[in-house]
């Protein structure tokens, strides 16, 4: 991962051009840095329905397209759930579809943006298949194991290979904030091989462990490792419950195919 300068975006370009040779992917996690929003949305939240300015939020979105180089972005309103949305045409505009978790496409230019503050960014990219995927991954989706079944869409739709698959976990709640007091009602038994101290889970392993046994291999993952609640640079829910009644914006990460 490389952190770009200003230090409020990390990403970078994926080493392999796609099969056809023409086109690159790459990917692009922004902090809350570098925005238009105030208050408990300073500064840079792209999340259109937590309580900010449409107006400023807008312009946030605008600026990350701008960073991007790309003309319109692909959301979701997301919902904790784990169905997948395919986009396999251009997009003509600013599109965010209602009641998804996954966003998939084969399509160049279209860059598929995901929306969280403390859940996990998934970035899938097969340069043999040519499809990205980019998945809002929470506690909830990890129970559901929204990224087995994102990678079994990329194999089935696009004939992905699950070994070519290549894979950024975003900054997101880290072991050392994951506290689930009602983890008994809430988790299933195999996460607590995941359980790094009474009631603190290991999420990050949690979705290394779900793409491997989905085939993606080890060296293919990449893992940011830097947790939201702990660094001051981004949007954090858990942060915010305790500072602010859980106002507060939304990371933008962002994955998209290009021409080269
Ligand atoms: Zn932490």
Redesign the pocket.
Known sequence: MVKFSGNDVTGGNFPQLTINGRMRCSYMMFNCEGGESDGNFKSLNVGLHVGDDAQAVLANRDIVKRRVGVSYLLSALQVHGSDIYVQKEPLTGDTEVQNYDALITNQGGVALMTQHADCQAVLLYDSVACVIASVHNGWKGSVQNILGKVVGQMVREFSSEPAHIQAVISPS??P??AEFIHHQKELPPEFLQFQVKENYFDFWQISVKQLMDKGLLQENIILSGQ?T??SDEYFSYRKAVRCTGGVTGRNGSVIVLRDI
């Open positions: 709640l880290g050392c904030c947790c609640v702990c």
